[in-house]
């Protein structure tokens, strides 16, 4: 158990008021139960025979989501918000629709406003107009990709003039759906509404299409996303595969963590190369990454490759800076790697047929797939809860297969990333049968 963990759960104060969510107290009725504040589970499961746990401390536990029997809003004096930010991912319009038909059907709220555009939607100087969420605006939104509100990067950064809209609109209520940069926007939030002694929830919904945040075992959208992505590779594996040389060279989304493309690799049994950030290797060489094409070629006529978009990077020479959520701007790996593998074996005088596919934006404007449709739901039911209950600063996860409140300042201090002695790579290694790493030595 890592002693720097701190699950405590902020809340706005104590919950006072009757659910108008009508479940029992009681184990064995056959009616579902709310949920206490009291309830728990463990972050980590590995465990080693013979050696006693130390007694668990609560900032160590996370704290069970779902209804609560007392609630700390009075429902009709609830004005929520929903914001999208960020790029697009499966499922963001599964999470509104949820957020919303909870709020509205189980509680009774009748004030949920969508904030359009992103953060910016919450700037003065933009003069976006809001949109009213209510039920017949959402129930059918889950049938299209992309979000209603639509999104935006940036603006999460001028903090004082989102809390002064905040306070306009009288929102009391903020739901967050973003990945890293927006839950940073996020707890900025939280802060300047603690510092001007506000009473505003904010709950983020965690959306990250790498599925590389902190504490978050499933990213919604992941699963579309391979599943998408799956059938790109089985495309470029028929492209490669019908040609003199065939490869089929496949761009994934994964800027820090290669997460997709490892699963995707998996899922399709057709890659033989899998690249992404977490594995180095070289271009050149006897040990390089085209001496191993080569050979596949020799041996078997066709391959396909698999890479991250955040893998290689130090291959490519790219100025530092940052986009407008704070992410670090990449090179693009897919045509640089294209472009020197034309280039090598033009210089070899090997004959090669390539086919670059790059089907990024595709895959992200997608309709959520079922389970992550199903998974959506219960991510923007347990939100609603969360946010009825008074807690604030929380993102709303799925730990060991329970749905669980996890502060924000945990999920963005660091990223999910591949451990290359892990099982995921090894199976990895062992689908594609790429060797087990590509540098020289030396």
């Not at 139960?33 to 309830?39: A, L």
């Not at 668990?56 to 700390?72: D, F, S, V």
């Not at 059938?231 to 040609?243: L, N, R, T």
């Not at 201090?413 to 030396?442: C, F, Y």
Request: aromatic share 6%; glycine share 10%; net charge negative.
């Amino acid at each position: 158990m890592a002693k720097d963990h701190d699950f405590t759960v902020a809340t706005l104060g104590e919950a006072k008021i009757e659910s108008p969510v009508t479940y029992s107290r009681v184990q064995g009725d056959l009616i579902a139960n709310y949920v206490r504040d009291n309830e728990y589970i463990l972050s980590e499961i590995e465990a080693e025979p013979g050696r006693d746990p130390e007694p668990y401390e609560i900032r160590h536990l996370l704290q069970k989501a779902g209804p609560r029997e007392r609630i700390y809003f009075a429902p009709n004096h609830v004005h929520a918000a929903i914001v999208t930010c960020g790029g697009l991912c499966p499922g963001l319009n599964d999470v509104i629709r949820a957020v919303t038909r909870c709020l509205w059907y189980r509680y009774g709220v009748r004030r949920i406003t969508g904030v359009r555009f992103g953060y910016q939607g919450l700037l003065p100087e933009k003069n976006i107009p809001t949109m009213e969420l209510n039920p017949d605006v959402v129930d059918d939104i889950h049938k299209i990709g992309g979000t209603v509100l639509g999104s935006s990067r940036g603006g999460g950064k001028q903090t004082e003039d989102i809390v002064d809209t905040l306070q306009r609109l009288n929102v009391n209520m903020l739901f967050t759906i973003g990945g890293d940069g927006t839950q940073k926007g996020a707890l900025a939030i939280a802060d300047e509404v603690e510092r001007r002694g506000l009473r505003i929830s904010v709950v983020g919904v965690p959306k990250t299409i790498d599925n590389d945040l902190a504490f978050i075992q499933r990213s919604f959208g992941f699963e579309t996303a391979v599943a998408e992505a799956t059938g790109a590779v089985a495309s470029a594996h028929s492209e490669a595969h019908s040609a003199i040389n065939g490869i089929g060279l496949v761009k994934l989304m994964g800027r820090d963590s290669g997460f997709i493309a490892a699963h995707t690799a998996l899922a399709s049994h057709d890659a033989n190369f899998v690249l992404v950030p977490e594995v180095p290797f070289d271009l050149d060489g006897p040990s390089g990454f085209f001496a191993c094409l080569k050979a596949r070629l020799e041996r078997r006529n066709h391959a396909v490759i698999i890479v991250a978009e955040g893998a290689g990077q130090e291959l490519l020479d790219v100025e530092a800076r940052t986009d407008a959520s704070g992410n670090r701007k990449l090179g693009d790996i897919g045509v640089y790697l294209k472009d020197r593998i034309v280039g090598h074996f033009d210089e070899i005088g090997m004959e090669i047929n390539l086919k670059y596919i790059d089907p990024s934006y595709i895959i992200r404007s997608a309709v959520a797939a079922p389970t992550d449709s199903l998974y959506c739901s219960r991510l923007g039911n347990n939100a609603a809860h969360a946010a009825m209950a008074g807690k604030t600063r929380i993102v709303i996860s799925q730990v060991n297969n329970v749905f669980v409140h996890i502060p924000i300042s945990m999920t963005v201090r660091e990223r999910n990333r591949i451990d290359p002695e892990s099982s995921l790579w090894r199976d990895v290694i062992e689908a594609t049968h790429q060797p087990l790493i590509m540098k020289n030595g030396g």
